[in-house]
């Protein structure tokens, strides 16, 4: 399996965390509540489209609304395989930070 | 949350349609749209609008670079069913493939002809700003490529447009060797042979040939100083360093390498191996003479100068000296004498030059092969198409739509001509070396040098791909796919038409190129078979370099029963003599007639089987003929207005190399005899009996006698000069040689033409081959019916022989009128006979015949049981 980029990983475990309220606005909503900042759309768009090419991802499209000017909501959801990355991507992180001690940042 | 829900700018809308990517434009919009509000809503709709510009700006790159990944990856899929789609019909492939990639070779190879004739002399740095000086004539305005010695000084004093000038000598093989060698005797390995070139201080300012090694040009300014190319210089001297070294040339007092000259391109219409100081005084009759146009003259003009101003001053100062009224010197760009030079006379340093109607004739030769290749390719492409429009209803079935298989197809062609244009590239690549030969012209292939060239014939391959894509691309493409998989559709009748006036037209273009081949053969043979006015088969021509016992050495030939008769003469028919105004009875000087010096003896006549019309032959019996006796030919007579009848004791003064007139008798009149090339008319000739200056014997041989002949004539010449060299050669080979040019034209036109003939075969097969695919069933029922195997043949061959006889019709009118442009450059010409254009036809019908017939005859063999037996 291949490994995930760091905005692909992102992306999917704030998929993961969103559960069934998936997509676009809301992912990058939460995105910026933990890191911060406000990521472009086309900066989240396009690994999601990646994800969902390679299969990590479903998607299923919503109802329209007048505040997305009449335009349908899509969706997005972890396929087994998409599970099956995150899990290999935890255990590569946790591999990476087992034992790891940083100085604290007061320090 | 919020009151009202906005919707995006319309400026935002429209720029969104081309940015986002179609699959998920339409829930982007929405995700974009509600952002948006949401700003809007907290922030006010200024700072919203805001955001969305810097969302426009900022997003662009990315899903830019989306939109190339994911192409990226559908490409592979064409590539992969593109290449799927090859390897299923290979037989086609192959034919399409082989014949635009060999239209494309040589079409690149005519290329490289064509350039290599325009890039003549261009490497000289101002080659804009050299002229050559001619001398034409007042009245007739023939055009001579030599001038007289003293102008060229003058003009560079003169004339203030005038940089440089230089005047130029070719003369020719020249040996050289260590000093105190003995050129009369001498053996040659010791000796180096170099094409030598005579010129002055100002040689290396006009002309861009650069110094290696050694003194400066100007060193051409002292008496004996020799330019040698590296190669010369080191045949002789080896890795010693030659500068400064003495040496001994032929026909040179003292001689010294004052440098070395890297060898002139072969894009150079000045060659030599040597350059060597001219010393106009050394030979002031020759070189520095108002009166004898002898030499060459190059001048380089300032930069801004008018060469028409000059040219007017040159005129007005040459009128002021002793240069011969009869001509005006007139210049020539040096861009201009490789291809503009075909008429000139006395033009022996333009050994190479080139006739530009040769070279538009490739051209256009080139083009009509591209032309035949691109035919075919569009052609099969085409036609090959309409077989797929079942493929084309079945993705439209499972959702591709039109712009896709758009697409699709246009990728397809452009693949394969791209892969073509690969092939062609390895076919120049293999090919040029072996073509230099053949057509006498070094060509080669510089990746680097010709990169330009090379793209642009990519851009042409591409440009074919598209072509050829554009028609199944756009009509098959809208193919309604209930109505293909029906089957209502008849796949591949469309474009029916189109396909045929192409063949028609290929056909056309080739029988057009054979009939071009047929009539230069005619040409060619017409002019060999000429009655030329002398018999030059099985004569000998043997030099004489020492003119004491050479009637001892016609005595002791007349006793070999090889020999025939032998005479003397000063120079060869078919090389260059000498040319000199002669002041015949009733005219005063200027006369404007200039007629060739011959110095002969009494039996150069009777070897050469000339005529005497009238009068006598020389003859020793009456003395007076050496002092005053004079022979001329019908050509001479007709220039100064006298009949053959009335020309006996005409008499005719000539002046000599001093100014002085010499009065002559008119004793006989000759048949006119073509002496220089049959492209020009025949030219005034004298004859004076001269025994002692006629350095060249004339020899005949009996009839089948030559391999006796000749060791019998070089042991006759060993008995009577011990110490000479034997030197001789066949008269009729330079005769030959003349027609060099003309043979390489027709082998030239012959092989392009053999190979658009190859590649319309090809094109023909494929089209054959393709409509009996769809004319299986019909054949199948008609075999059922009873038609029989030889019918059916005939049916289907007429079918396709009937265009190619149109394609006759229109191509004979075409090549009759090229080849008759063709053949105005010949003042003797071939008439016209029916027969090239009769074994063009025939020719064409004949590979025609041949393509076909192995097709159909496969098809009418075919088992009809095996064709009906897949219905349904």
């Not at chain 2, 658009?756 to 199948?780: H, W």
Request: proline share 4%.
């Amino acid at each position: 399996m291949k490994t995930l980029t760091r905005p692909e990983e992102q992306i999917l475990l704030t998929i993961y965390h969103l559960q069934d309220k998936a997509y676009l606005v809301n992912i990058r909503d939460r995105l910026k509540e933990i890191t911060g900042k406000y990521l472009d759309v086309g900066t989240i768009y396009v690994p999601l489209k990646r994800l969902d090419h390679k299969g990590y991802l479903e998607t299923y499209y919503g109802e329209p609304s007048a505040v997305r000017g009449g335009k349908a909501i899509k969706f997005y959801k972890l396929t087994a395989k998409g599970y099956k990355a995150l899990a290999e991507m935890k255990r590569i992180q946790e591999q990476l930070w087992k034992g790891v001690v940083l100085p604290s940042a007061k320090a | 949350m919020q009151k009202t829900s906005l919707k995006l700018p319309k400026s935002a809308n429209f720029l969104f349609s081309f940015l986002l990517p179609q699959t998920d434009r339409t829930n982007l919009l929405g995700d974009y749209t509600e952002i948006y509000n949401r700003i809007a809503f907290s922030r006010g709709k200024s700072s919203a609008k805001l955001w969305l510009l810097k969302q426009i700006f900022r997003s662009f790159p990315r899903y830019l670079g989306d939109g190339i990944y994911w192409r990226s990856v559908m490409l592979k899929n064409y590539i992969r069913i593109t290449l799927r789609n090859f390897k299923r019909h290979k037989g086609y492939t192959f034919i399409n493939f082989a014949g635009l990639a060999i239209g494309l070779a040589v079409t690149l190879i005519i290329t490289f002809y064509v350039m290599d004739d325009l890039k003549y002399d261009r490497f000289h740095k101002d080659a804009d700003r050299i002229y050559r000086i001619l001398s034409v004539g007042v009245k007739r305005g023939t055009k001579n490529s030599i001038t007289a010695g003293p102008l060229l000084p003058a003009f560079k004093e003169n004339i203030p447009e005038v940089e440089f000038a230089t005047r130029v000598v070719y003369w020719g093989g020249m040996q050289f060797g260590p000093p105190g060698t003995d050129f009369r005797n001498v053996d040659e390995g010791s000796v180096i042979r170099a094409d030598c070139i005579l010129g002055e201080a100002d040689f290396f300012n006009v002309f861009d040939f650069k110094i290696l090694k050694g003194a400066t040009g100007e060193a051409l300014s002292k008496p004996g100083a020799v330019f040698l190319t590296p190669e010369k210089a080191e045949a002789f001297f080896g890795s010693r360093d030659p500068i400064g070294e003495t040496i001994a040339v032929r026909g040179f007092e003292t001689a010294f390498v004052a440098g070395i000259v890297e060898a002139p391109p072969t894009t150079s219409h000045i060659r030599f191996g040597m350059v060597a100081a001219l010393i106009p005084e050394k030979n002031p009759v020759w070189w520095d003479n108002f009166e004898n146009l002898t030499l060459m003259g190059y001048v380089k003009l300032a930069k801004d100068a008018d060469p028409q101003v000059v040219e007017d001053k040159m005129v007005k100062l040459a009128a002021e000296t002793k240069f011969p009224e009869i001509f005006e010197p007139r210049i020539q760009p040096l861009l201009d004498i490789h291809l503009g030079s075909a008429d000139h006379y006395y033009d022996v340093l333009n050994v190479g030059k080139n006739d530009i109607v040769v070279v538009y004739t490739m051209a256009v030769i080139g083009i009509l092969v591209l032309l035949v290749a691109c035919i075919n390719f569009v052609n099969l492409s085409t036609s090959r198409a309409g077989m797929r429009a079942r493929e084309v209803g079945m993705r439209k079935v499972v959702g591709s739509n039109q712009r896709q298989l758009i697409s699709q197809f246009l990728g397809e062609s452009v693949l394969m001509t791209a892969f073509t244009f690969v092939a062609a590239v390895v076919i120049v690549q293999i090919s040029l070396p072996p073509l230099s030969t053949i057509l006498d012209k070094q060509l080669t292939l510089h990746f680097g040098q010709d990169f330009f060239l090379l793209s642009l014939f990519f851009l042409i391959a591409v440009g074919i791909g598209i072509l050829s894509g554009i028609y199944p691309a756009f009509v098959i493409s809208s193919f309604r796919p209930v109505n293909v998989l029906r089957g209502e559709l008849q796949t591949g009748r469309t474009g029916v038409t189109m396909r045929r006036v192409l063949v028609v037209f290929q056909f056309a273009i080739t029988t057009a190129l054979l009939v071009g081949v047929f009539v230069v053969m005619a040409q060619i043979k017409f002019l060999k078979t000429m009655d030329i006015g002398y018999n030059r088969e099985q004569v000998l021509a043997v030099y004489n370099p020492l003119r004491e016992g050479e009637d001892l050495l016609k005595q002791r030939l007349a006793t070999l029963p090889s020999v025939l008769s032998s005479g003397r003469m000063s120079a060869s028919p078919g090389s260059n003599f000498t040319r000199q105004e002669i002041i015949p009875e009733g005219f005063t000087r200027p006369s404007d007639i200039t007629a060739s010096r011959f110095h002969i003896d009494e039996d150069l006549f009777e070897t050469l089987e000339i005529t005497i019309l009238q009068g006598r032959n020389f003859s020793r019996e009456y003395l007076s003929d050496l002092t005053d006796g004079i022979i001329v030919n019908e050509t001479l007579l007709r220039k100064a207005n006298y009949t053959v009848e009335d020309a006996l004791s005409r008499k005719i003064d000539i002046v000599d190399e001093e100014g002085n007139f010499i009065p002559l008798r008119i004793v006989g009149v000759i048949k006119d005899f073509h002496y220089t090339t049959l492209r020009q008319s025949k030219g005034a000739m004298m004859f004076l009996f001269n025994p002692q200056q006629s350095h060249l014997l004339m020899v005949r041989i009996a009839p089948g006698q030559t391999s006796q002949a000749l060791p019998a004539i070089e042991k006759a010449y060993k008995e009577t000069y011990p110490e000479g060299r034997f030197q001789s050669f066949f008269l009729d080979e330079p005769f030959d040689r003349q027609f060099q040019r003309d043979r390489a034209f027709m082998r030239n036109i012959g092989i392009f033409a053999g190979i658009a003939i190859f590649i319309a075969s090809l094109g023909l097969i494929g089209l054959v081959a393709f409509s009996i695919e769809q004319r299986r069933k019909e054949i199948a029922i008609r075999k059922i019916l009873g038609s029989g195997e030889k019918k059916i043949f005939s049916l289907l061959a007429v079918d396709f022989l009937k265009w190619v006889v149109i394609a006759n019709l229109i191509a004979w009118p075409c090549s009759h009128f090229a080849m008759s442009q063709w053949l105005r450059g010949f003042v003797y010409r071939t008439p016209f006979r029916p027969w090239p254009f009769l074994i063009a036809a025939v020719s064409a019908l004949f590979f025609a015949f041949l393509t076909i017939s192995f097709q159909t005859l496969r098809a009418t063999r075919t088992n009809p049981a095996n064709v009906l037996r897949h219905e349904g």
